[in-house]
C-alpha cells in the first residue's frame, strides 16, 4: 500500500528532513554542556599546566554551568595526553590544554599519529609565562655566572630536571646549554610537578622551569632562583634578575599555555567554551592567581580562536626548522 503524498506536501517534509541535523546541531549547541566536560592534562598532577587547567576549569563551570573534570593523562612529554584529546568525539566533551611543548615542539620531534595543528579547533590562549632558572637549596653558586662555572667543574655528574624528553623544560635545558657551553645530563619525569619534588629533595641539580611551577618553591626558600629567561623582570619576582643583567644575555624562553578542541567540534560549541575562557579571564580572583604565578594574560582582543590559530601557526614555522636542525628526537 504506497501512500501517494501531494507534491508540495512532500517537498516540504524533504526539507524539514534535510534541516534536521542541523537543527539538532543548534539544539545541541544551545543546550551544551548537558554533562561534565573533560579537560585533559597532558603532565603530572601539581606542575604548571595542571595548576594553571584547575585555575581555568574551576571558573569557567560558572559559565558554563557544568563540571569541568582534570584527568591527567601523562607521559612521552605530553603527547599521550594530548593524542587521547586528537582522537575524542569531536562533541565538545573533551578539551586539550596544553602549551609550546606539546603543541609546537613535539609536532617536530616525535612521530606522532595526530597533527598537532591540523587535528585541532582552537579555542583561544590563556597566558605566557617565562622560565627560571632554578637549583637545588644547597648549590654552593650565588648567582647564575657562578652556576655556569659550578656545572663545568661538576659535567660529570651535573643533572637538570625536565618534564619529559622534548618538554619545554628540556628544549630549554639544550637551549641553555648551546648558550653557556655547559654539558649536563637530563632526567626526565611525567611532569615539572614531580620534578620540582626531586629538586627540592635535592635528588636533582637544577631545572629551568616554568614560573608557574617554581615561583611558590623559590617564595619557600625551598630552592634557588637565578634568572628569568626574559628581557624584563617577573612583577611577581622582582627580586629575580633576567638573563641579560645576570650575563646570559637573549636566551629567552616563554611558554603559552592553550585550550584546543578535537577537529570538527561545532564552532558554536567552540564560541561557547571561548565566552567561558573569556570570562574567566576577566575574573578578578582567577587573573590574581594566574598573575601570582608569574602568569602574563593576554588582552581580550586576543582571547579568540583565530589569534591562537595565528599565533600556533607562526611559532611552528618559526621552531620546527630549528629543532629539526638540532636533531632533537623524541624518546
Ligand atoms: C608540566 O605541567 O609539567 C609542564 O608544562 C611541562 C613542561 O615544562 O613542559
Given at each position: 500500500m504506497v501512500m501517494k503524498l501531494p507534491r508540495r506536501r512532500f517537498l516540504h517534509l524533504a526539507a524539514a528532513a534535510a534541516a534536521l541535523p542541523a537543527v539538532a546541531r543548534v539544539a545541541r549547541a544551545q543546550d551544551y554542556p548537558t554533562r561534565p566536560v573533560t579537560m585533559v592534562v597532558p603532565y603530572a598532577a601539581g606542575g604548571p599546566t595542571d595548576t594553571i587547567a584547575r585555575i581555568m576549569a574551576e571558573r569557567m563551570r560558572a559559565s558554563l554551568g557544568q563540571v569541568i573534570i582534570v584527568e591527567n593523562t601523562t607521559g612521552a612529554a605530553g603527547t599521550i595526553g594530548v593524542g587521547r584529546v586528537a582522537r575524542a568525539a569531536p562533541d565538545g566533551y573533551t578539551i586539550s590544554i596544553g602549551h609550546w611543548g606539546t603543541h609546537v615542539v613535539n609536532g617536530?620531534?616525535?612521530?606522532l599519529q595526530y597533527h598537532v595543528f591540523n587535528d585541532f579547533e582552537p579555542v583561544s590562549l590563556i597566558a605566557t609565562n617565562p622560565q627560571l632558572i632554578v637549583g637545588r637549596k644547597a648549590l654552593p653558586a650565588k648567582d647564575l655566572q657562578e652556576l655556569i662555572a659550578w656545572l663545568k667543574e661538576n659535567v660529570a655528574t651535573a643533572t637538570q630536571g625536565t618534564a619529559g624528553h622534548g618538554s619545554a623544560s628540556h628544549v630549554s635545558g639544550v637551549y641553555f646549554q648551546s648558550k653557556t657551553g655547559t654539558q649536563f645530563q637530563f632526567v626526565p619525569y611525567r611532569g615539572a610537578g614531580p620534578a620540582m619534588q626531586d629538586l627540592v629533595a635535592g635528588q636533582i641539580d637544577i631545572m629551568i622551569d616554568q614560573a608557574a611551577n617554581s615561583l611558590p618553591q623559590v617564595r619557600a626558600g625551598t630552592i634557588k632562583a637565578y634568572a628569568v629567561t626574559d628581557k624584563t623582570r617577573l612583577a611577581?619576582?622582582?627580586?629575580?634578575?633576567?638573563v641579560d643583567e645576570a650575563g646570559?644575555?637573549?636566551l629567552h624562553i616563554s611558554i603559552w599555555h592553550a585550550l584546543w578542541m578535537p577537529k570538527g567540534t561545532p564552532k558554536?560549541?567552540?564560541t561557547k567554551l571561548n565566552g567561558a575562557v573569556v570570562d574567566t579571564l576577566a575574573d578578578a580572583g582567577a587573573r590574581k592567581r594566574l598573575a601570582e604565578l608569574g602568569q602574563e594574560i593576554p588582552p581580550r582582543e586576543d582571547q579568540n580562536p583565530q589569534t591562537l590559530a595565528a599565533t600556533h601557526k607562526a611559532e611552528i614555522e618559526k621552531w620546527w626548522p630549528i629543532l629539526k636542525a638540532a636533531n632533537i628526537k623524541g624518546e
Open positions: 617536530a620531534i616525535y612521530e611577581a619576582a622582582p627580586e629575580i634578575p633576567t646570559v644575555p637573549g558554536d560549541i567552540i
